[in-house]
């Protein structure tokens, strides 16, 4: 599984770099004109548009790794791997959320910074200590997004596993599995609403304490994607 998610990453590094640096210009320039109040130039927009379009770039590649590994000839390779589809998941799932934490840990590090540079300025900004109790809160919020993320990606490979296996005999099955994807949306949609999801968090203060039922519903449906994707991975494909 390590292998496989070195392999993902050594085809990336120079798509990650590019990202960093784009972010970091970005941010820089956000900062330059905040602090001298200049409005944000036509070079300001140029690069804003930039990390949009690599931000969509990095959703699309993350719902394209399964694709290429099932449509086209990179699949041969995938799964000549000794990996069963549990495992070849898993490395598929791993380096989705590695990068993630990667992006957070980089947004979160620089805006940071950015916030204690902006105290130093403006004396009459006095920003709240961080102390483990809004950090515990922070933490959880970023683990809530990445988890919504991660589900939202296990529908798109549960889809298109769908389309390679149970809906590949059929002339359309890739629409079909298009519309599998939107009813399984609707379906987390409705079971959230049903459960409660998102509806009882405590706010307190700056931060927000996610209800235990919340992150029991995150889980299942994380298991329940992985495992069913896994399933047809392992036993229905038909390269």
Known sequence: MLNSIKYDWLRRWKFFLAGIV????????????????????????????????????????HMGRL????????????????????????????????????????????LYFDLKYAESIYKNLHLPPLTGEIFIEIFQVAV???????????????SLA????????????????????????????????ILGISSSYIIHGPGVIIASTDWLVVAVSIIVLYTGTAYLLDRKVNL
Not at 29 to 52: G, Q, R, T
Not at 78 to 93: I, R
């Open 144 to 158: 809530l997004l990445i988890a919504g993320y991660l589900i939202f990606i296990l529908m798109v490979y549960l």
């Open 22 to 61: 784009v972010f970091l210009i970005v941010n820089a320039d956000l900062i330059f004109h905040f602090v001298h109040k200049k409005d944000p130039n036509l070079m300001s927009a140029f690069f804003w548009a930039l990390l949009f379009g690599l931000c969509v770039a990095l959703v699309i590649d």
């Open 162 to 193: 769908l389309a390679k296996s149970i809906f590949a005999p059929l002339k359309h099955g890739k629409l079909v599995a298009f519309l599998c994807f939107l009813a399984i949306g609707k379906i987390m949609d409705v079971l959230s609403d």
């Open 67 to 110: 694709y290429r590994s099932l449509f086209t000839d990179e699949g041969l390779l995938d799964f000549a791997l000794p990996l069963n589809g549990y495992q070849f998941l898993g490395a598929k799932l791993l380096a989705v959320v590695f990068e993630c934490i990667a992006v957070v840990l980089l947004g979160g590090t620089v």
